[in-house]
């Protein structure tokens, strides 16, 4: 695979940025092989991506950011800069239901994913043999009423210990504290289906089967605080009719769940994905 430097960027919006990056890049030698641009009209926000031919460009990562702080300081940028040689390092977490754990296993093990899966961390047993035959460590954190904070302060534990870059909740059935989001703001990932508020609880699809829906879907979104309503990474539906059964709903929702997360994942890991106050731009 090639070796490629990512450039990401958020900043006031005003002319002349993308020149002076561009040029900024062109004058060391380097190669864009790929660029986005975007502006919010709405607040004045500019934001932008590249990917830079690492081999182009002749300097490691480390003087490449030396070099370009002054222009950030100027143009008052929020702003980073990866190196696609250094794999993102991810935490699953789940709990009983499999299909987007194995949907994302089996997407990495593809080389869809361009990670490493250091840890799948559960509050059940159900997944040990499926994780461990990945060769992947399985860690069973059980979550009981009378024990919740001490559960999350292993699950933190976890997390840090394998030095995690992104949590993925791939249907992990328990709601993280506060001081959890807090802590991996921006960098723990979740999927939902689309029924919420409207149909929360036990066996949303049948309670949708039974008012008749007309589509079903999934949204894939940074967690916060506010359950269920961080910012939106991606969203996708399936349309169904008086036809389908309650079985013909999960089973849609559990396609269009596990294909929303995977691509929600992948973004992030290809830094894609831009958060602007709760809303992302997304350059996919």
């Not at 502006?39 to 300097?59: H, K, V």
């Not at 008749?212 to 879907?217: D, E, M």
């Amino acid at each position: 695979m090639s070796h490629y430097y990512r450039l990401v960027v958020s900043c006031p919006d005003r002319v002349g940025i993308v020149s002076r990056v561009s040029g900024f890049i062109a004058g060391h030698g380097g190669s864009i092989t790929e660029a986005s641009q975007h502006s919010d009209l709405e607040t004045g926000r500019f934001f932008m991506r590249y990917e830079i031919l690492a081999d182009s460009i002749g300097m490691p990562p480390e003087a490449l950011r030396e070099a370009f702080a002054p222009i950030a300081r100027e143009f008052e940028m929020h702003w980073r800069l990866t190196d696609t040689r250094l794999r993102p390092r991810v935490v699953l977490m789940v709990s009983k239901e499999s299909h987007c754990l194995v949907d994302l296993l089996y997407r990495w093990t593809a080389g869809e994913l361009d990670c490493d899966i250091a840890a799948v961390i559960s509050n059940h047993e159900a997944m040990r043999g499926l994780v461990e035959w990945h060769g992947i460590p399985y860690h069973h954190v059980p979550v009981l009423p009378e024990q919740k904070q001490a559960a999350f302060d292993e699950v933190q534990r976890l997390v840090d210990e394998v030095r995690a870059d992104c949590v993925v909740l791939a249907r992990y059935m328990q709601i993280l504290p506060p001081a959890v989001c807090e802590r991996y703001a921006g960098r723990v990932i979740n999927i939902h289906h689309s029924f919420l508020p409207s149909f929360a609880g036990a066996k949303p699809y049948h309670q949708a089967y039974e008012r008749g829906v007309k589509l079903i879907g999934a949204t894939c979104h940074y967690v916060t605080e506010e359950l269920d309503a961080g910012p939106i990474i991606e969203q996708d539906i399936h349309r169904v009719s008086h036809c389908h059964t309650p079985d013909d709903l999960v089973r849609f929702g559990r396609d269009v769940e596990k294909a929303v997360l995977a691509r929600g994942l992948r973004w992030h890991l290809e830094d894609r994905v831009l958060i602007h106050g709760n809303k992302t731009v997304v350059f996919a």
